[in-house]
T-cell receptor, first 114, second 116 residues
């Protein structure tokens, strides 16, 4: 099956701890994205990557970090600097970074910071 | 500057009646427009997209949307609602010419409820 996987589905962490969310795709897509979703709001872009070893900040990158060492993987680290990390995190990929490309989404990871 | 506004945060219709979810956008270029659907605690699934071809776009599950440049609208419709249509719907605008980094903006979402 082709698609995007995110793990874990639910994640609980203590305040002040860094945590890494996994995102893997086997669609052979060049571009990958991380979004944050809060209740009653649309998705907000955290980081995106159009090719391996390159990534760009989105609208709310503060307190987050990413890497893109492999085409199929784009992990997101939520650092202790993120003031309000509890949210639903969605990873997506697209064939390239063109504005006409469809984004395909993973099932999401719900992060709760205690 | 680009933006997208979903005019209703919640829409409730009876099963079997038409659905209308409204979306207005602004864009400095020739935008691509998308509608995605999200069921609770799930990722988003593409319903349909407009990319400067036919202005009436047909999608999955009987949904369609019409791109109206003069009204800067991209409303989503379905002739007859089904209980399984209950979900959150997002209108998305994306512009910047091909070959450049695209800018993607999500609307705040419309929650669709279906009454039996």
């Amino acid at each position: 099956d082709g698609g995007i996987t995110q793990s874990p589905k639910y994640l609980f962490r203590k305040e002040g701890q860094n945590v890494t969310l996994s995102c893997e795709q086997n669609l052979n897509h060049d571009a990958m994205y991380w979004y944050r979703q809060d209740p009653g709001q649309g998705l907000r872009l955290i980081y995106y990557s159009q090719i391996v070893n390159d990534f760009q900040k989105g609208d709310i990158a503060e307190g987050y970090s990413v890497s893109r060492e492999k085409k199929e993987s784009f992990p997101l680290t939520v650092t202790s600097a993120q003031k309000n990390p509890t949210a639903f995190y969605l990873c997506a990929s697209s064939r390239a970074g063109s504005n006409t490309d469809t984004q395909y989404f993973g099932p999401g990871t719900r992060l709760t910071v205690l | 500057a680009q933006s997208v506004t979903q005019l209703d945060s919640h829409v409730s219709v009876s099963e079997g009646t038409p659905v209308l979810l409204r979306c207005n956008y602004s864009s400095s270029y020739s935008p691509s427009l998308f509608w995605y659907v999200q069921h609770p605690n799930k990722g988003l699934q593409l319903l349909l997209k407009y990319t400067s071809a036919a202005t009436l776009v047909k999608g999955i599950n009987g949904f369609e949307a019409e791109f109206k440049k003069s009204e800067t609208s991209f409303h989503l419709t379905k002739p007859s609602a089904h209980m399984s249509d209950a979900a959150e719907y997002f209108c998305v605008v994306s512009d910047v010419p091909r070959g450049s980094a695209s800018k993607i903006i999500f609307g705040s979402g419309t929650r669709l409820s279906i009454r039996p």
